[in-house]
């Protein structure tokens, strides 16, 4: 690792011409962008006389502990997002942070720096490899995910769980978070079968029936029936033992339970619009043209 990022030597360089200059500094913002990508991977494997070697400068916190003993400790960053307002900022250190030597954590207190929020925060931070790196912030202002009208309309207790599971999620509790999501998918499902059917023994049998069945036999939509059956396998996954699904993670979940929700709302906007204008309207008579008005007239006079 230290070979290849050693520092470049100086290029003596002569006649370099306007294209060669604009060439060369394309080079330079190339790798300045790939320090930047790798920063955190190459903060997590070196120390620090090798970050100060290769010029990443890494953040400084002064702190004191519990026995008003005083010092200083660099940390792999600052917050860049406020967890109150959600705004991408540069927050303000306020006074110094409180180390634990029992733990090998900090805590740092942090101000919004924007007008609209202006409010505090205390950035946590863990120690790992000798290296200090950001752990969590609180607290947190949980973000809800809004969703359709025709959704709420059909099942208004998928949202509802929706947010708690998605909220579950921003406060890092990610081991609880997939059953929750896998539960609004069933919530979802069969709020939308329950809403096609009119038979209330249907309906008693889609309660309890399993939602890998519903979905199989009970869903027309082909492209629906395919992602909600994909999305149930990996809500599964969050709820057994043993994952099936080994190369996905909660992201894919929710992506497919987004595509489940786009088509259930495709679908209901479509059956509104048809209901709405179930046919085309026949021109006015105002509305028509000199040229149709007199052929109507040669017809009447046959």
Not at 73 to 88: A, Q, R
Not at 117 to 123: D, M, P
Request: proline content about 4%; overall charge positive.
């Amino acid at each position: 690792m230290d070979e290849e990022l050693r520092p470049l030597k100086k290029i003596e360089c002569t006649n370099i011409n306007e294209r060669g200059l604009s060439m060369l500094c394309d080079i330079v913002l190339i790798f300045k962008q790939i320090k930047d990508i790798l920063k955190v991977e190459i903060i997590k494997k070196w120390n620090v006389n090798k970050l100060i070697k290769y010029n990443i400068v890494m953040p400084i916190i002064q702190y004191t502990d519990k026995n008003n003993k005083t010092g200083s400790l660099n940390v792999s960053e600052f917050p860049d997002e406020c967890p109150m307002c959600h705004k991408g900022i540069k927050p303000i250190l306020f006074g110094k942070a409180f180390w634990s030597s029992i733990n090998a954590k900090m805590q740092a207190i942090f101000i919004c720096p924007r007008e609209e929020c202006y409010r505090v925060f205390i950035g946590f931070y863990a120690e790992a490899m000798g290296q200090y790196f950001l752990s969590h912030l609180r607290p947190i202002n949980i973000v809800e995910k809004d969703f359709p009208d025709t959704i709420k309309s059909i099942s208004s207790n998928f949202p509802k769980i929706y947010n708690q599971s998605h909220g579950a999620e921003q406060l890092k509790l990610d081991e609880v978070c997939g059953s929750g999501y896998r539960k609004a998918l069933e919530f979802l499902i069969k709020d939308y079968l329950l809403d096609q059917t009119k038979d209330e023994e249907e309906k008693k049998k889609i309660k309890k029936e399993f939602l890998g069945q519903c979905i199989k036999t009970r869903i027309d939509n082909p492209k629906l029936q395919l992602v909600a059956e994909r999305a149930t396998w990996l809500g599964n996954d969050e709820t057994h033992y043993e994952r099936r699904w080994k190369d996905k993670d909660i992201e894919d979940l929710k992506n497919l339970i987004q595509l489940t929700v786009n088509w259930i709302d495709t679908e209901q906007l479509t059956k509104e619009i048809l209901k709405d204008m179930p046919k085309g309207k026949i021109k006015s008579e105002s509305n028509q043209s000199l040229e149709e008005k007199k052929k109507n007239q040669e017809l009447e006079n046959k």
